[in-house]
């Protein structure tokens, strides 16, 4: 059990359909608010959300403010990306010029396996470069093996800043440590692509806060489940895609994390979010979050999206109940034009909110011949429930069919068999239920279940990662994070010294970005003997460390809340 604070906490949650807020003191909720997401401008939902959550409140007792936001997935989704002068130095060996997202300019110069430099960038290419992209603000430069010598892409970005003004420069080896250049390229492209649009919306965030008399350090969540200084996710807000999701885990987290083996749905006004669980601890996806249909290096939760919730469009199509995954607007209990799976709910007396006359004429749309509108949102529901299940299948069998790598990963297995199902969000009530049953497992809808992603940002500890990598045959060692490459003073390093080291350079960073340290942990270690000549020549040594994600604290929910 997680040990309960008194800090007083503020947690605000931008979803697809309510923007949701909590105060959080003692580790209880203390208040609450939604509103409807104001799609058109997110800041007006949003502090329309805080000033109901403030109202009697003193906010100078708030000592952290954490943010979930759709900023940067909307961006993408919606096209407002802006345009990238996407630089890149492949070296010889795979043209990943097609599979990027935008046409990339290639310059010359890389270095090898092993960070040696095997050829220097051509300033005269990169002139040339400048004066094509003279009219695009952002630039991002991505070397392949460029994290076991971060110089060669500091170095275009010298040469860039020598003949343009750009707004914004990603370093690629900055973003992500790990090796796979094509993740690590995907990653800087959107990384500057939505530089933009993320640094309004902090300013604004933060005028805003100002303006309430909040004085409290600002946070945004990452997609896995830390969370970054405003300020500093400025210069990072690709690690703000997928927040949601992300905060509807450690939400669960907080208010219930499950034992054993278990899925979670998230299931909000659009989408339902799935979460696979193990002993309490979401699963993470090994490779990274997928943008827009592309493979980045952004660490993130397990997750998978299916659009069905209690805003989705109910029709009839052939004559078969149809739900999702388009939303039209709201249920038609509120004003909606036409029905949907929260109608569905109110039916069936599972919700109880809007008009209910309306609800059930929404129903009887549906009908055909002289049916009961009751047995109709039960169906209804009951289809919804169904297409979550198929999804909570297919990801399932992904899973298991994901290739085994280690021998931790034979130790646990890659199969996963849920035996619970935890629900949360505005229809979780109605619908998890129904996919447990489906399912064959058990249920369980926390109390604070409709603003548990409030809750997550809330209580969201921050995180930080550096990779640490020594090559003790050529005496350097690298932090790509930091940009770091320096002299290897003992050639005699193991694996414990790198972990020591790695862990000394992850405080360093965190202190740059104002972040408690905390419990680290070990995202990934390996070492390999360099052999020449049947002689052991030295070793390549790799040690990636974390401050580690989870909550301050449990929260507790007082009955009647």
């Given amino acids: 059990m997680r040990k309960r604070g008194n800090t007083m906490l503020l947690g605000i949650d931008v979803g697809g359909t309510f923007t949701d807020a909590v ?116 630039f991002a430069v991505v070397g392949k093996f460029a994290v076991r010598n971060p110089a060669i892409e500091q170095a275009v970005a010298a040469m860039i800043r020598q003949y343009v003004a750009p707004a914004y420069i990603t370093i690629g080896s900055e973003i992500s440590g790990s090796l796979n250049f094509w993740r690590r390229t995907n990653s800087a492209y959107y990384n500057s692509a939505v530089w933009r649009q993320f640094g309004i919306f902090a300013t604004a965030v933060n005028q805003a806060l100002t303006v309430r008399g909040i004085t409290a350090p600002v946070y945004v969540l990452k997609a896995d489940g830390g969370t970054l200084p405003l300020d500093t996710a400025r210069n990072y807000p690709v690690e703000a895609i997928f927040t949601g999701p992300a905060a509807s885990v450690l939400g669960i987290m907080a208010l219930a994390a499950p034992e054993g083996e278990a899925v979670s749905l998230d299931i909000g006004g659009t989408t339902t979010d799935i979460a696979l669980w193990r002993d309490g601890v979401p699963l993470f996806a090994e490779r990274g979050a997928v943008i827009n249909g592309y493979p980045t290096a952004v660490r993130s939760f397990w997750l998978s999206s299916v659009g069905i919730g209690g805003d989705s469009l109910v029709r009839r199509q052939g004559g078969v109940l149809a739900v999702g995954p388009s939303r039209e607007g709201p249920p038609m209990a509120v004003g909606g034009p036409k029905p949907t799976v929260s109608d569905a709910m109110i039916v069936a007396g599972i919700a109880s909110f809007g008009d209910h006359a309306k609800a059930v004429a929404a129903m009887a749309q549906l009908a055909e011949g002289e049916q009961d509108v009751k047995l109709i949102a039960k169906e209804v529901l009951q289809v919804a429930a169904g297409k979550i299940t198929t999804a909570i299948g297919d990801m399932l069998a992904a899973k298991a069919a994901e290739p085994v790598e280690r021998v931790a990963d034979i130790i646990s297995s890659n199969t996963i068999q849920p035996n619970l199902v935890v629900g949360v969000g505005g229809a979780a009530a109605g619908i998890a239920p129904l996919v447990a049953a489906q399912l064959g497992v058990k249920v369980k809808v926390p109390k604070g279940a409709t603003v548990a992603n409030a809750v997550g940002a809330a209580v969201a500890k921050p995180t930080l990662a550096v990779t640490f990598r020594a090559d003790t045959e050529e005496r350097y060692f690298t932090v790509a994070e930091l940009g770091l490459q320096d002299k290897l003073e003992n050639k005699r390093v193991s694996l414990n010294d790198a972990e020591i080291l790695a862990k000394k350079y992850l405080a360093e960073r965190a202190a740059q970005a104002g972040i408690g340290v905390g419990k680290m942990e070990t995202v990934y270690a390996e070492e390999f003997n360099l052999v020449r000549g049947f002689q052991t020549v030295g070793k390549i040594i790799t040690c990636q460390q974390q401050i580690k994600p989870g909550v301050f604290t449990d929260v507790a929910i007082e009955e009647g809340e």
């Fill in 23 to 138: 105060v959080i003191s003692n580790a209880k909720i203390l208040a609450q608010a939604k509103y409807a997401t104001t799609h058109g401008d997110l800041m007006e939902g949003m502090l329309a959300a805080l000033d109901l959550v403030l109202s009697g409140i003193d906010t100078s007792q708030i000592q952290r403010v954490a943010l979930s936001t759709t900023i940067v997935t909307n961006t993408v989704v919606e096209g407002k990306t802006d345009k990238v002068a996407l630089v890149l130095m492949p070296g010889p060996g795979l043209d990943i010029a097609k599979m990027v997202p935008q046409e990339p300019y290639i310059i010359s110069g890389y270095v090898d396996h092993r960070g040696r430099e095997v050829a220097r960038p051509d300033e005269s290419e990169i002139k040339v470069v400048c004066r094509k992209a003279e009219k695009i603000a952002n």
